[in-house]
């Protein structure tokens, strides 16, 4: 079942700050935090590993309760370039890699 | 890191004809990953491609629908085949690295 997430469309102005949750039926070996702009292929953000360990590009944060199945995406202090569709993408086998991506949030950054 | 290419990056068909994807990786991979993107949706897997056997396809996609060939390391091909307007999509490819996944350009495809 697909991952749901929440909210499904958020509008912030620049220098605001946003939460995106990640919510899976299913117990997780990690999950992957992607932003696709429109009319371009999804940009990894950020991976959560179960037991902890975090990898990501930029200056995002994230968190992973591995017991609820959850994940939630913290966009502190928005930028305009911040705007795009946020997708988690989970993971529920170790090194299977194949990923399954929630629903999507679509975030709007205004001046 | 990994530089994917996609040919065709779009094409528009016709009901009941086939069109292959291409996707072309700058590097030596094991998995490749196909997914769909309907219009204003989310990623959807279709197959994971591993080069030297066959196709592992998740539920509700088949192979008689959407073969998959991996003759080598970089580069994989995704036919849609028998093709119907709910086929229209993007059609990306992807591939695995330590920890994240790249994504190829997409192919829009548009099915009258």
């Known amino acids: 079942q697909q991952p749901v997430q929440s909210p499904q469309a958020v509008i912030l102005r620049e220098g605001e700050d946003a939460v995106i949750n990640c919510s899976s039926s299913k117990a997780l070996y990690s999950v992957h935090w992607y932003r696709q702009k429109h009319g371009e292929a999804p940009v990894f953000l950020m991976i959560?590993?179960?037991?902890?360990e975090q990898k990501g590009h930029e200056k995002i944060s994230a968190s992973f309760n591995e017991k609820k199945q959850q994940s939630s995406l913290y966009l502190t202090a928005s930028q305009l370039s911040y705007s795009g569709t946020y997708f988690c993408?989970?993971?529920?086998?170790?090194?299977?890699?194949?990923?399954?991506f929630g629903t999507g949030t679509r975030l709007t950054v205004i001046p | 890191s990994a530089v994917i290419s996609q040919k065709p990056s779009r094409d528009i068909c016709q009901r009941g004809t086939s069109l292959t994807i291409q996707c072309q990786v700058d590097s030596q991979v094991t998995m490749m990953f196909w997914y769909r993107q309907q219009p204003g949706q989310s990623l959807t897997l279709i197959a994971t491609?591993?080069?030297?056997?066959?196709?592992?396809?998740e539920s509700g996609f088949v192979i008689d629908k959407f073969p998959i060939s991996r003759p080598n390391l970089t580069f994989s091909t995704l036919t849609v085949s028998n093709m119907s307007p709910e086929d229209s999509s993007i059609y990306l490819c992807?591939?695995?690295?330590?920890?994240?996944?790249?994504f190829g350009p997409g192919t829009r495809l548009t099915v009258l």
């Open positions: 993408g989970t993971e529920t086998q170790t090194g299977a890699n194949n990923l399954f």
């Open positions: 491609a591993n080069q030297g056997s066959e196709a592992t396809y």
């Open positions: 992807s591939v695995p690295t330590s920890f994240e996944q790249f």
């Open positions: 959560l590993l179960k037991g902890g």
